[in-house]
């Protein structure tokens, strides 16, 4: 597994010197010479680490699932509170993105790669899509077209969301039929670290990124978009559960615990310990402990939940006296108390010393997130999805989750448990929308929070409350558009102001405008 590690170590340097330098030694091969299957490795690595960090750390802030530790730090998470954002907030979002999908876009454009790799270029293109559709859904308008010149246009014009999304979509429906051409070699465990070469796996990763962008667009009623949307879907009208993923997408190139820089990156930013000084990670664990609201909501403490105990919460976090303790967001230091009174991250991310768990598998899509989704597409559009049961996708989405943490046995009662609480059971709750985000806030949490936020600015669901000091009256709609693009680009980057990212206008997300 580390020859993997340094296969894409390799391919990602080489990609960088192109990028940057034009005055190469000719013994240094350009981007454009190294083997698409070289790139893919690297492009797929890359790209997950990508997602790990400020997009997962402020939904699950934002979320209200994490609370910033008042006992170690004299005021944490002050901006995430307070929702005075500005350029600076969460800019790695965009600046990191960026980058990975251009290791992405490198493979796609490089010489030959159509006629030498038709399978990897496919495989590129739906990552490609899986990624930089979370740009529009943070910034709205944004590069697409022009992006990824480099040198060749280092000031990109902003193309619109909605053509970036209709962009990405006709992407992956070229990818679909360049993986149903079946031309090329398929790409061998080492070069695909994700499905390992498994190509209809791929279709199904396909089809369920894909269905995620198609919904996302459900309120949208601008007439050109409608017909595209509806095309689309009704392409999928066949479809069964089994044209979809329905268990969790795996990454791992070999993570190790060998050294920092073989850490799973989810592990990197949020595990116990920080392997470059062998201390506490200070910055991404110690920081970090559970929010109240997420405390009560899975100890069946809310007014939701009341009576109904959760127990994936004391997998993901540490529980104090057997359950869930939470830091109210932007309330005062209690007295005669200690940052041990309060849950700090557990599962995977707080693992024993004698067992280290940077080697972890990293989770690009979760088995209970792509249930969610399948139920949700079943509520919004019945006719088209009449072979799918909404009912039966949304148990299987509990049961998966429950599966993931170990706690199988567990599922049965919980469904039991909640099939009488409206906003939980399925048969009980008449927005079925309502149930399926309280699923997404418990199953995604920690991993994959970025679903349940994006989703709760759409749905207005979970009832997710401000932190005490909030200087906003909502949740963002939007980020603003990073520093580096206003001095690097400053002919083209839409001018704006924090106050744009709490007002629905013509900078919000073209699928949150309706």
């Not at 296969?7 to 940057?20: D, M, P, R, W």
């Amino acid at each position: 597994m580390k020859k993997i590690f340094l296969i894409g170590s390799i391919a990602l340097s080489v990609i960088s010197c192109a990028n940057l330098d034009d005055n190469i030694s000719p013994n240094m091969p350009l981007d454009s010479d190294v083997n698409p299957a070289l790139k893919l490795n690297a492009a797929e690595v890359r790209t997950y680490a990508a997602q790990t960090g400020a997009m997962t750390r402020l939904s699950s802030i934002w979320t209200n699932t994490y609370a910033g530790n008042y006992y170690y730090f004299a005021n944490p998470m002050t901006v995430e509170y307070s929702l005075n954002i500005n350029s600076s907030t969460g800019q790695s979002i965009w600046n990191d993105n960026y980058r990975a999908i251009g290791a992405l876009q490198a493979l796609i454009d490089g010489n030959g790669a159509m006629q030498s790799a038709p399978q990897h270029v496919a495989i590129a293109k739906i990552l490609k899509a899986n990624y930089m559709h979370y740009l529009v859904d943070f910034y709205g308008d944004i590069p697409y077209t022009e992006a990824f010149k480099f040198s060749g246009n280092l000031s990109p014009k902003y193309d619109k969301g909605e053509q970036v999304y209709m962009g990405l979509i006709n992407e992956i429906d070229e990818a679909l039929r360049i993986i149903n051409e079946g031309n090329g070699t398929v790409p061998t465990a080492d070069e695909d670290v994700m499905f390992h070469g498994d190509m209809p796996s791929w279709v199904k990763f396909a089809n369920t990124v894909k269905l995620r962008m198609l919904l996302r667009m459900s309120n949208v009623t601008d007439a050109n978009i409608v017909a595209f949307r509806t095309a689309k879907l009704n392409e999928m009208q066949s479809y069964t559960v089994n044209n979809f993923v329905t268990t969790d997408v795996v990454i791992n190139p070999g993570y190790s615990d060998a050294s920092g820089s073989n850490l799973n990156p989810l592990y990197f930013q949020y595990g116990y310990t920080d392997y470059t000084s062998q201390t506490i990670n200070t910055n991404g664990w110690r920081i970090n402990k559970a929010a109240d609201y997420y405390a009560k909501f899975v100890n069946g403490e809310s007014t939701l939940t009341s009576g109904v105990v959760d127990r994936r919460g004391t997998a993901q976090f540490r529980p104090v006296a057997n359950k869930v303790s939470g830091i109210v967001q932007g309330g005062n230091k209690p007295a005669n108390t200690s940052e041990g009174n309060y849950s700090f991250i557990g599962w995977k991310l707080y693992p024993a010393v004698a067992s280290q768990n940077g080697g972890m598998d990293g989770y690009v899509m979760l088995g209970s997130e792509a249930y969610l989704l399948l139920a949700e597409a079943k509520v919004l559009y019945p006719t088209i999805f009449g072979n799918l049961d909404g009912q039966s996708l949304y148990n299987q989405a509990i049961t998966s989750s429950f599966n993931f943490y170990g706690l199988g046995s567990q599922a049965g009662l919980y469904l039991t448990s909640i099939s009488a609480k409206p906003g939980l059971g399925w048969g009980v709750t008449a927005n079925k929308i309502e149930a399926i985000q309280n699923q997404r806030l418990v199953s995604l949490a920690i991993i994959r929070p970025v679903e349940t936020y994006l989703n709760y600015l759409k749905y207005n669901y979970p009832n997710i409350p401000l932190a005490l000091n909030a200087e906003q009256p909502r949740k963002p709609y939007r980020l603003v558009y990073p520093a580096s693009e206003y001095s690097a680009n400053s002919a083209n980057v839409p001018n704006m102001t924090t106050a744009d990212c709490f007002t629905k206008n013509q900078l919000t997300p073209f699928w949150l405008r309706y």
